[in-house]
């Protein structure tokens, strides 16, 4: 399975979009690119996923470039309680969880 | 239609006793993956079960741990004489279907070994 590449941590003003970056550069034509996050200790919880094209839910939206070497999720209105670590996640088989992106949403 | 659910959610044992973490899945889900997470680090896999087999165990310790998801009941997460290396949080995940299929968590089982 790919590896990702996080920042670890962004500071977002509430209110505002919150864009979170994942590199995925060895990716391969049959994995996908899924988004999870993890509030304090609480178990993961599945945000959004997409193979080739950008897809949007009720919670965020992903963008994947064209080479699907690297992708965006975006909050599109970011609140306190979108504060946690957030995992940019590839896969074919099991799921490997990096450190993931520590989004700290601010007043 | 409830979630998944993992008992207990604080399990404290000394040195040398035994563990056991229970999943059940999400209904109609017939797949589990357990992880473990240590304080301040991502979730790193240990097991995939499919009803009455083991599909992929490359994340499990060689010694001490194994699991089984037997046809009728939870899923469990056996390990035998812990160490304190062992503390840790343990998730447990389900899916209708296999590898391609977004994993649902449960609120994990936190292990303390004195």
């Known amino acids: 399975d790919a590896k990702t590449t996080q920042p670890p941590s962004m500071d977002c003003a509430e209110g505002r979009a919150a864009n979170l970056p994942c590199n995925h550069s060895?990716?391969?034509?049959?994995?996908?690119v899924y988004w999870y996050r993890q509030i304090h200790s609480q178990g993961p919880q599945y945000i959004i996923h997409?193979?080739?094209n950008n897809e949007t839910n009720e919670m965020a939206s992903l963008i994947i470039t064209e080479d699907r070497k690297s992708s965006t999720l975006i909050l599109p209105h970011a609140t306190l309680r979108d504060t946690a670590v957030y995992y940019c996640?590839?896969?074919?088989?099991?799921?490997?969880f990096g450190s993931g992106t520590k989004l700290n949403v601010k007043p | 239609n409830a979630g998944v659910m993992q008992n207990p959610r604080h399990l404290v044992r000394r040195r040398g006793q035994e563990a056991r973490l229970r999943c059940s899945p999400m209904?109609?889900?017939?797949?589990v993956y357990w992880y473990r997470q240590l304080p301040e680090e991502g979730l790193k896999f240990m097991v995939y079960?499919?009803?009455?087999?083991?599909?992929?165990e490359s994340g499990m310790p060689k010694e001490r741990f194994s699991a089984e998801f037997p046809k009728e009941g939870p899923s469990i997460l056996r390990i035998q004489q812990v160490v304190r290396g062992d503390s840790a949080a343990y998730f447990c995940a389900s899916s209708w279907g296999g590898r391609d299929n977004e994993q649902f968590f449960g609120p994990g089982t936190r292990l303390t070994v004195l």
């Open positions: 209904k109609g889900h017939s797949h």
């Open positions: 060895t990716i391969s034509g049959n994995e996908y």
């Open positions: 079960l499919q009803k009455e087999n083991i599909i992929d």
């Open positions: 997409g193979l080739k």
């Open positions: 996640i590839v896969r074919a088989n099991k799921f490997y």
